[in-house]
């Protein structure tokens, strides 16, 4: 593997073609299934079509617009039953992913989603099998953590950090040997039997370098026309609603370094300082937004992973999407501390009653609430003391909002694997609190110790993490599986029955809130 793959590397290419590639999807039958539609690739994408290189991009759970019935991609449902019983994937044939790869001389793969990962190996094992020559590299959390399995799958290239930058510089390379591949930043890539890792480029402090990604080049049709929303929850919207949903970063990293999140792992090392929060001007954020409009975009989901930490950004920001009258909605950029404010009158935090307002009259109607644990040394340890039980009355909170008219999803996560049933039992009562408050819906979520976050490195060094766990087993949305540690201090049978009982208890609305607790986060 590892001369082939010099070979292919060493070569010059006069004009290099790219095809940026989502790769097709996996999921359980219990599990709501969506398209990707992370920003990753049009990223990519744009970033090399603005260099000036040839390049295309292709959803493979969809297919290409006018040549791709859905019913022949993502309603196409073939069980891989070597991954999981039950397990089906969905997406365009092998065939024609070999028809569409063909003409390309790089295909570009992102991994963000670790119950994905087999998907993702697909698409280099079936690439390199019947077309060696192509050049296939892979980006996001999952191929920098597990990349021995990638470059096995027959992955050339993995980047280790933001890929827009490498990636051209790549391109470069390939196109005149200059800069020399050693050169390139965070990558690595086989050689002589070794992995070579190159040295770690400084972050993008300036987000505005970056082109605006490529939503042009998505399937925006087909994903509004299949209208499966992030989230789960829908009655927030009016019966048969199927909006033209996109998705934005107006900002990336995040103040916090929770364990469990990939963050914990981008604050140096081989992924560089891409951790720290960065910010687009809000000059940019207009632009976005007017491109958006422009392509028919009602709804738009912020995928920022701290979009509040700057209070005063955030209502200059808020007050740009008010005038656009989108609907919105939140992924993962609401902390509980971000939404209280000191008081002038004795510095006590109180509800941030101003911001709530704002984003509400600029069109948010859902937000997810992260409220992690009920235990305080839970949030200490491994939620980076990101929110106090004490300081923060959360259920004052819920209600201001609800009175506002928002839906709120309460997130709430058990099966820490030091969480004692005191503490376990301490979650299940800040929920049921936080329900009487007027919480819509609450949701369980096993602890997952995701390949690329600090609490992985620490499961598998004491061998809390099984070694034959693979990365597709894991994930929020396996609601009603049990946890991944090995040791535990409260018994795993009782784990799991208490957290499905307080979830069938605590739901007003089970019917709705299944879809969030199968399958949309993750």
Avoid at 241 to 257: D, M, N, V, W
């Amino acid at each position: 593997m590892e001369a082939s793959t010099m070979s292919v590397l060493d070569r010059r290419i006069r004009d290099p073609r790219f095809l940026c590639m989502y790769a097709p999807l996996q999921y359980y039958p219990d599990e709501v299934y969506r398209p990707d539609c992370s920003l990753a690739l049009p990223y990519l994408h744009a970033a090399l079509r603005a260099a000036g290189f040839d390049a295309d991009l292709l959803d493979t759970s969809i297919g290409r617009p006018g040549q791709d019935d859905l019913a022949d991609t993502f309603y196409r449902k073939t069980m891989v039953p070597e991954i999981g019983s039950g397990m089906f994937r969905i997406g365009m044939t092998p065939e024609r992913i070999l028809e569409e790869a063909e003409p390309y001389d790089v295909i570009a793969v992102s991994s963000i989603f670790t119950q994905q990962t087999a998907r993702c190996l697909e698409m280099a094992q079936l690439i390199k099998s019947a077309f060696p020559e192509k050049i296939m590299v892979a980006g996001g959390v999952n191929a920098r953590s597990l990349r021995g399995l990638f470059f096995d799958s027959g992955y050339d290239v993995i980047f280790l950090s933001e890929g827009e930058k490498p990636l051209v510089a790549f391109a470069d390379y390939l196109r005149s040997g200059s800069p020399s591949l050693d050169a390139v930043p965070s990558i690595c890539f086989r050689h002589d039997g070794r992995i070579v890792t190159t040295r770690a480029g400084r972050p993008t402090t300036d987000l505005d370098e970056y082109p605006m990604p490529s939503w042009d080049a998505l399937p925006n049709e087909q994903y509004w026309d299949i209208s499966v929303l992030w989230g789960g929850r829908t009655d927030w919207m009016e019966d048969g609603q199927k909006p033209h949903f996109a998705s934005i970063l107006t900002s990336r990293g995040c103040p916090y370094r929770c364990t469990y999140c990939h963050i914990s792992k981008e604050r140096g090392g081989e992924a560089g300082e891409i951790g720290d929060l960065r910010f687009h001007s809000v000059e940019r954020v207009e632009r976005e937004l007017d491109t958006l409009k422009g392509l028919g975009v009602d709804l738009v989901y912020i995928n920022d992973d701290s979009l509040l930490a700057w209070k005063h950004r955030v209502h200059q920001v808020l007050d740009l999407m008010q005038k656009y009258d989108f609907e919105l909605a939140d992924i993962n950029g609401v902390n509980i501390r971000h939404l209280f404010r000191r008081s002038a009158k004795n510095d006590r935090l109180v509800v941030d009653v101003e911001l709530l307002e704002h984003l509400h009259a600029a069109g948010f109607r859902r937000i997810g609430l992260p409220f992690e644990s009920g235990s305080q040394r839970v949030l200490d340890k491994y939620s980076t003391s990101k929110w106090r039980l004490d300081k923060c009355d959360v259920f004052d909170l819920v209600a201001v909002m609800r009175e506002m008219g928002f839906t709120i999803n309460g997130n709430f996560m058990v099966g820490y694997p030091d969480e004692t049933l005191e503490e376990l039992t301490k979650t299940f009562w800040l929920a049921r609190r936080a329900m009487d408050a007027g919480l819509n819906g609450c949701g369980f979520f096993m602890v997952q110790p995701f390949p690329g976050t600090t609490l992985y490195d620490e499961a598998v060094a004491n061998g809390q993490l099984d070694p034959s766990t693979r990365p597709d087993d894991m994930g929020f949305s396996k609601a009603q599986s049990p946890s991944p540690f090995r040791s535990l201090q409260i018994d795993p049978q009782v784990l799991q029955y208490a957290r499905n009982l307080a979830y069938a208890l605590l739901n007003r609305d089970q019917s709705s809130w299944l879809q969030l607790a199968d399958g949309t986060v993750g």
